[in-house]
């Protein structure tokens, strides 16, 4: 069993936010396995999907980015899901605007999402879809872009990442991460 994670925060108010690309790429994912993230539960709301006779968790934290790793901790410990079969979504800053980039460690890069992730999974060794948000221009706080909503232009382009991003996961469901990773970070 697979287990695929978007980071946002939960809420009307976040919907459509920079920091919510990851729900966004689990939304996108729901649809295109044409299911309904119905179950409510470890602190998530989330689905059981299938592609073939592979089973896939889709996932969305509902404790706020800041606590990711404790919902995705539940999660993993419930299902008997390996490190090793998790793939975590969720928004960088330091990726230009609709860049996507996988990997399959590392560090929390000064993400409280991810930090909270490797807190409650006792290692940095899971994979990863980053997705870039971009820095904003001018003097705005981080936290108030991060926040903000994307423009219509720049939502022409992250709509854009949010459907390579689905691939990458799809495509990871079938083949190596490697081989996933040399065909979508280019």
């Keep these: 069993m697979k287990l695929i994670v978007g980071l946002g925060n939960p809420g009307a108010k976040y919907a459509g936010t920079r920091h919510n690309i990851g729900f966004d790429i689990i939304d996108e ?5 044409g299911v309904e993230l119905s179950e409510a539960k470890h602190r998530g709301v989330y689905t059981i999907a299938r592609k073939g006779t592979k089973k896939v968790i889709l996932l969305k934290p509902l404790t706020y980015m800041n606590l990711s790793g404790e919902c995705i901790g539940e999660v993993m410990r419930y299902y008997d899901i390996d490190k090793e079969d998790v793939i975590v ?3 960088d800053l330091d990726l230009p605007q609709g860049k996507i980039r996988l990997r399959q460690k590392g560090s929390a890069g000064g993400h409280n999402g991810i ?7 006792g290692t940095d060794q899971f994979k990863r879809v980053r997705v870039g948000i971009g820095r904003p221009d001018g003097p705005i706080k981080t936290v108030d872009y991060v926040l903000g909503k994307f423009s219509e232009e720049e939502r022409n382009v992250m709509d854009s990442a949010v459907k390579k991003s689905a691939a990458a996961c799809t495509s990871a469901i079938d083949n190596t991460f490697i081989d996933v990773m040399n065909e979508f970070n280019q």
Excluded: E
Excluded at 115 to 121: C, E, F, G, N, R
């Design 29 to 33: 994912l729901a649809d295109q396995f």
């Design 89 to 91: 979504v969720y928004d």
């Design 115 to 121: 930090k909270s992730t490797i807190a409650h999974l």
